[in-house]
């Protein structure tokens, strides 16, 4: 079955204690400013409704993480899903502007403008060496994906880890594989499958 972020976003989440029950830790920047972020979108009092909501441990996170920190990886769900409920009404699926425009902004107009430039078949080349150094669990590999006269493709396989069955992890992947797509001002379609015990499948197309 193919899953669009739309149709993941509606599933029903996991409960807290299965989410922190996943091993595994992830770079800070994966979250990189979500609280400086968050303030300057929705102001202080949102923040501190998300801190609650998360609980501890997380409701300690520094609002700006960077590669020299790592974190579990349930911080990143549970923070997203918070975000979510306090600031987007519950709705996973409102997060994706604010994400790209985040995104665009910590990137900087020539880091951009380099992306747009590497194109994204490029682009997608190195996304298992960042995988690699983001996460301690699990693996991700590169595949090509049939192509046709008016549209490219590749494929992204992820294993080896439960984080990669979680429903809110698996939008944040189809919204990180649209970020770059986005970014890259093409026309695109990303969908996701299951894959196996502990697999996922990402497709993504664009026109050529």
Known sequence: MAWTAEQLAALPRWEREKTLALHGRARGDLLGAW?????ARFGPDTLSRVRARVGSPHDALAPVLTDREWVPVHAQL???EAIADEAFGGDLRAIYPALLEDTKKGLGRFKLAALRALGVARAFKIVPKVFNKVHDKGSVALESSEAT????GIRLRFTGSPLFTNPTWRVL???ATKVVLDLADEQSQVVGHDDGQYGFLVDAG???
């Open 206 to 208: 664009w026109k050529t």
């Open 149 to 152: 006269k008016d549209w490219s």
């Open 78 to 80: 549970l923070i997203t």
């Open 35 to 39: 609280g400086t972020n968050l303030v």
């Open 173 to 175: 992947q189809l919204f």
